[in-house]
């Protein structure tokens, strides 16, 4: 089954603490972003990578760092720098840059 | 720069009832368009899409839009909602891979649907 996968569904942060979010797909999918979710705000993009070994800054991407080492795997770290990381976080792919976009189940992150 | 309007953050039908839910858009380019749904903890999941051929465009689990560019619209209908219709709704344009390929999401709209 092709698709998209991240882990863990729940995450749990403590103050200082950098985490990361993981974003796998098998859709051979060239283009793959990250997405913060608010309740009432839709959706807003952290990174986008158009590439492997190439990603650049979305919207707010001030206290998240990600990497892409490997074209199924999209990692996102939310680091100590992000002071406000309580939300829902979405990966999604496309086959290239600006194609439709295919989203996985999401990440919930949370602050002790 | 590209924007989506969606008018309305909660509307509520009956089940049965007409289902109608608004975006505008703004792009300086003809654009692709998308609704996506989302249900309670779950990711989006793509309803429809617009990519320049036919305007009235047909989706999964009965839904439809239509795109007016005079009106700068992409709305979203089915004509009879069910129950399992209550979900998260969000409108999305992009510039179809040029310097702004990414998506640009509406703030959503929840649909109830009342018994």
């Known amino acids: 089954d092709g698709g998209i996968t991240q882990s863990p569904k729940y995450l749990f942060r403590k103050e200082g603490q950098n985490v990361t979010l993981s974003c796998e797909q098998n859709?051979?999918?060239?283009?793959m972003y990250w997405y913060r979710q608010d309740p009432g705000q839709g959706l807003r993009l952290i990174y986008y990578s158009q590439i492997v070994n190439d990603f650049q800054k979305g919207d707010i991407a001030e206290g998240y760092s990600v990497s892409r080492e490997k074209k199924e795997s999209f990692p996102l770290t939310v680091t100590s720098a992000q002071k406000n990381p309580t939300a829902f976080y979405l990966c999604?792919?496309?086959?290239?840059?600006?194609?439709?976009?295919?989203f996985g189940p999401g990440t919930r992150l949370l602050v002790l | 720069a590209q924007s989506v309007t969606q008018l309305g953050s909660h509307v509520s039908v009956s089940e049965g009832a007409l289902v109608l839910l608004r975006c505008n858009y703004s792009s300086s380019v003809p654009p692709y368009l998308f609704w996506y749904v989302q249900y309670p903890n779950q990711g989006l999941q793509l309803l429809l899409k617009y990519t320049s051929a036919a305007t009235l465009v047909k989706g999964i689990n009965g839904f439809e839009a239509e795109f007016k560019k005079s009106e700068t619209s992409f709305h979203l209908t089915k004509p009879s909602a069910h129950m399992s219709d209550a979900a998260e709704y969000f409108c999305a344009v992009s510039d179809r891979g040029g310097s702004q390929g990414n998506l640009i999401f509406g703030k959503g709209t929840k649909l109830s649907v009342k018994p």
């Open positions: 999604a792919s496309s086959s290239v840059y600006g194609e439709t976009q295919y």
């Open positions: 859709l051979n999918h060239d283009a």
